[in-house]
Nanobody, 126 residues
């Protein structure tokens, strides 16, 4: 069964760091553009980052609220995309999930994706 699974969420203090993983099984993740998204209670889903497929050059984009603090990367040997999150604030709290597409160049929140993970909770609190 082909799927995406996120991991690495948890509770962290403000100013701390977390690394989320998005691991694919049943397909080669490097052939897909992968977006990270988050949703906090009562708020709309927000695009966090985007990393394009190897075929599309692997370029990255970030949401304005995370630029300079978050870094998205791939480990093709592990079929995984990572989201390194530094200098976390309470505003980063939410459910983070990844999604993969072979169709879209940009990681739009509203686009249809070939695969979506179930999400992992990130809570930033003292």
């Amino acid at each position: 069964q082909s799927q995406l699974v996120e991991s690495g969420g948890g509770l962290v203090q403000p100013g701390g760091s977390l690394t989320l993983s998005c691991t694919a099984s049943g397909f080669t993740l490097d052939s897909y553009t992968v977006g990270w998204f988050r949703q906090a209670p009562g708020k709309e889903r927000e695009g966090v980052s985007c990393i394009r497929s190897g075929e599309r050059g692997g370029s990255t984009d970030y949401g304005d609220s995370v630029k300079g603090r978050f870094t998205v990367s791939r480990d093709n040997a592990k079929n995984t995309v990572y989201l390194q999150m530094n200098h976390l604030t309470p505003e980063d709290t939410g459910v983070y999930h990844c999604a993969a597409t072979q169709t879209w160049y940009y990681c739009s929140v509203s686009a249809n994706y070939d695969y979506r993970g179930q999400g992992t909770q990130v809570t930033v609190s003292s």
